[in-house]
């Protein structure tokens, strides 16, 4: 196996699903207003069963067919107080259960609606018990899934907790921010729900996440006690490096309050994210609450066929291979148009598969038909085509990823590359510019074959140009196998009087086998570390392109201004082609649970493209 280099970035990573925590500046109280959005009622699940399940970065959501349409959750962290079955509850094992000085004091459940889940890489259930969940009778399908902004941008306990307005904090940067940050998971991972609910007109029916610590090492984020209460170390310590803290905001003050002290914190309800998943054949997509899986809105799109989250979180594309349209979807809560179609491009009829460049410059769309296949790209600044390639190396294409730009790291090419998987196992290179040292177009195809392969995914746990690929081995076991940039010269090289890949070199550097008979479905990676609340690294080209606050999607994050992965992964998901779910360490390829018979047809966690 080879190394992953995130792993011995200097800097602060925490937790096997935790959180990465830098120094706090000082804060500087701000108040955001919030659109106002219509919301179900507390319901979820099948037949109405209440549904309180594991936020990202802990959670891996499948997606499952017809026959069952509806999403499952993995649970990487197990130690939350969500819906379960009491007698297979690992909550009491959380050893924050019963500790003193814990605010909110946290208890066994005592029902299946606060029981927790069963442990680390299981499912999560209902009040039912059961492990589909967002499942309707509306709903048909669901072939694919994005996880996009999150939820507390909206929902939110500022209008009934006066100590959560203005002193969110972004864990990386010690700065004043909206919204819950990627890098961080609350505690408990989802808290209990409550009846009757603290605020139901915007969905806050659980408890607060664990207040705060106010004691810690220097650097941390701690609240001034007092007025702010004090609180413990976090005893849940699931990776022993650095010792664990709480995020969560104070609890109302007493009435009359005394004078507001804005004691920081970095997460609050709404724990989870707005989740979008594909309904091909009600052909709409559907908005879930992530946390509780209620359905929070719809948008019809004709013919759609696949989706692609920008990374600063504020368009989804949604591809129609009937129609040869991508459509972009507004999922910025704070815009006028919020989930709303802004603008259609026409890139074709058999549009299949997208994927946007890390940095937000280009959108890759593969548009199929025909034994041929072609690649549009449409840029990321505009939302209009900008090249439209039509390549002999381009053969039915099936799947495609793009990788960050090389700027002070792995090769440092100067360029990005794009992967494009075609039916019969081959993968055509595009290469972006500049022309002078980039060719802005498809120049090859890598010397690599796959057969029958059926997805890829691109690495966010290496800086480099990495990606996976599912497809079939000896004796038609399924493999997933990754491949990266390896060799070759360093820095930028000229396109003119030189071979395409100008000697570089890729290589297949990792296997993975044992994954049942077939090709697999999907594949998926666990961001439990990750740098999200980090700024994305920026294009040195592409003037213009807007760029999340926190948590974006790039692959390459700025740690005190150097680059660094995105997150660094420990286990790869694989939904296998006989419909169920593996999760396999991606140190010694061992398995390390596996789950049958879901019917799982996609996989998504955060860096998903």
Not at 320 to 329: A, K, Q, Y
Not at 348 to 361: D, F, H, V
Not at 375 to 401: E, F, Q, W, Y
Not at 435 to 451: K, R, S, T, W
């Amino acid at each position: 196996m080879t190394n992953n280099p995130s792993r011995t970035l200097a800097g602060l990573i925490l937790t096997a699903c935790a959180a990465s925590i830098a120094p706090l500046a000082a804060q500087v109280p701000a108040v955001v207003a919030t659109p106002e959005l219509v919301r179900t009622p507390i319901q979820g699940g099948q037949g109405g069963a209440l549904v309180n399940a594991p936020v990202a970065p802990e959670a891996i959501y499948i997606a499952r067919g017809r026959g069952g349409a509806g999403i499952s959750v993995l649970d990487l962290n197990g130690y939350g107080q969500g819906t379960g079955q009491l007698a297979t509850s690992n909550f009491p094992n959380n050893p924050n259960v019963g500790s003193p000085g814990v605010v909110p004091a946290l208890v066994p459940g005592s029902s299946n609606r606060d029981a927790g889940g069963a442990g680390p890489l299981t499912l999560t259930t209902d009040e039912f018990g059961n492990d589909l969940l967002g499942a309707e009778r509306a709903l048909r399908d669901v072939s694919d899934l994005a996880i996009g902004q999150p939820l507390d941008l909206v929902y939110n306990n500022s209008a009934i907790n006066p100590s959560v307005v203005g002193s969110q904090l972004n864990p990386a940067t010690g700065t004043t921010t909206a919204g819950n940050t990627i890098t961080i998971a609350p505690h408990p991972n989802p808290p209990r729900l409550i009846f009757p609910a603290p605020n139901p007109r915007v969905g806050i029916e659980a408890e607060e996440p664990t207040v705060t610590s106010s004691v810690g090492p220097a650097g941390y984020p701690i609240t001034q006690s007092p007025p702010c209460l004090p609180s413990p170390l976090n005893l849940l310590a699931l990776d022993t490096r650095f010792p664990g803290i709480f995020y969560g905001p104070q609890p109302a003050p007493p009435s009359p309050p005394p004078p507001l002290p804005f004691c920081p914190y970095t997460s609050r309800q709404q724990i989870g994210h707005f989740l979008y998943g594909l309904d091909a054949q009600s052909q709409e997509v559907v908005v879930w609450n992530s946390n509780r899986f209620t359905v929070l809105d719809r948008v019809r799109v004709l013919g759609a066929s696949s989706m692609a989250m920008a990374p600063n979180l504020k368009w989804l594309a949604v591809a129609s291979d009937l129609t040869g349209l991508v459509v972009f979807v507004d999922t910025d809560p704070f815009s006028p148009s919020f989930h709303r179609i802004v603008q259609r491009v026409w890139v074709g009829r058999g549009a299949k598969t997208m994927a946007w460049q890390p940095e937000g410059e280009d959108l890759l769309v593969t548009v199929a038909g025909r034994g041929r296949g072609d690649l549009v790209v449409i840029g990321g600044n505009d939302l209009r085509v900008r090249k439209a390639i039509r390549s002999h190396l381009i053969t039915d294409p099936i799947d495609v990823v793009a990788t960050a730009r090389q700027v002070r790291f792995a090769r440092s090419t100067g360029t990005w590359f794009g992967y494009v998987l075609n039916r019969d196992g081959s993968i055509a290179l595009f290469e972006s510019g500049p022309d002078a040292i980039g060719a802005d177009d498809v120049v090859a195809q890598l010397p690599l074959q796959f057969p029958g392969a059926t997805t890829l995914q691109p690495d966010p746990g290496a800086l480099g140009a990495g990606a996976y690929v599912a497809h079939v081995g000896r004796g038609g076991q399924g493999i997933v196998r990754r491949f990266d940039l390896t060799g070759g010269p360093v820095g930028p090289q000229p396109v003119r009087g030189l071979p395409p890949l100008r000697g570089r070199v890729w290589t297949i550097t990792d296997s993975y086998t044992g994954l049942g008979n077939g090709a697999p479905r999907d594949l998926a990676l666990d961001d439990c570390v990750n740098h999200g609340a980090w700024p994305d690294a920026r294009s040195p080209l592409v003037p213009g392109l807007d760029y999340a606050e926190h948590s974006g999607k790039g692959h390459v994050k700025l740690v005190d201004g150097a680059p660094a992965a995105a997150s660094s992964p420990t286990r790869l998901i694989v939904a296998t082609a006989q419909g169920g779910v593996r999760v396999v360490d991606l140190g010694d390829g061992s398995e390390l649970a596996r789950h049958d018979r879901l019917g799982a047809v996609a996989l998504a966690h955060y860096w998903r493209q």
